[in-house]
């Protein structure tokens, strides 16, 4: 089976604190359960969490959606966005089948970044990391706070949400639509998504930085 590896690449410094960790945490619980009623993805997405702050740990390995668990997470730190996206990257080659001459492997993984901050560690060796794989397609979501030019520098796919608990639950909905999109995608056609223009409308509460 080919499956469709999901990786959600989360902030939780200290500036998510309050009320933005619980719409994380919130908009994670509730894409999970959707998407659990989506005969498409429960066949082929594996999601996997990410966090950074002081450190990038993934706290979710890649799993089926069946058997996922969510971990609580708490903000405080600093933003090490490039030890997530170098993490991210050493998770792909360890979990996402490649494909040989004797099978298909997996699907190209989807990957999500969200961050409010300005990163305060050496973020381009990750970005340097990350790039080599060439196997994602990726999106980021910068809250407020965050800098698009930099986001840019990681992904042609940017969009900016406020830092409130609506915005950022409509950032998972959207999240989870659009892997709802991409299972069914791959599952009848055999085609990856290579832009947004192939994912669900993006509600009003995501502006898309071009």
């Known amino acids: 089976m080919r499956r469709l590896p999901v ?13 933005a960790i619980e719409a994380v945490k919130n908009g994670v619980q509730v ?10 993805a429960i066949e082929t997405a594996f999601i996997s969490i990410i966090t950074f702050d002081s450190s990038a740990r993934q706290i979710v390995p890649l799993t089926d959606l069946a058997s996922f668990q969510m971990v609580d997470i708490k903000a405080s730190g600093t933003t090490s966005l490039g030890e997530g996206l170098n993490l991210v990257a050493t998770c792909i080659d360890r979990e996402v089948a490649k494909t040989t001459a004797e099978q298909k ?9 969200m961050t409010d901050g300005i990163p305060t560690d050496n973020w381009q060796n990750g970005l340097a ?16 706070g965050a800098d698009s030019a930099l986001l840019k520098q990681i992904t042609e796919n940017v969009v900016f949400i406020d830092n409130d608990m ?11 639509a659009s892997i709802g999109v991409t299972s069914t995608k791959v599952e009848d056609s055999g085609k990856e998504v290579k832009g947004l223009n192939e994912l669900p409308p993006p509600p009003s509460e995501l502006n898309i930085v071009v």
Do not use: H
């Open 129 to 144: 990391e990350f790039k080599k794989r060439k196997v994602a397609y990726t999106v980021a979501c910068g809250v407020t």
């Open 166 to 176: 609506q915005s950022i639950s409509k950032f998972f909905a959207w999240v989870t």
């Open 7 to 19: 990786y959600l690449v989360l902030d939780t410094s200290g500036s998510m604190n309050g009320a």
């Open 105 to 113: 492997g997996d699907w190209k993984p989807l990957v999500f970044i």
């Open 31 to 40: 894409m999970i359960s959707t998407l659990r009623q989506n005969p498409q």
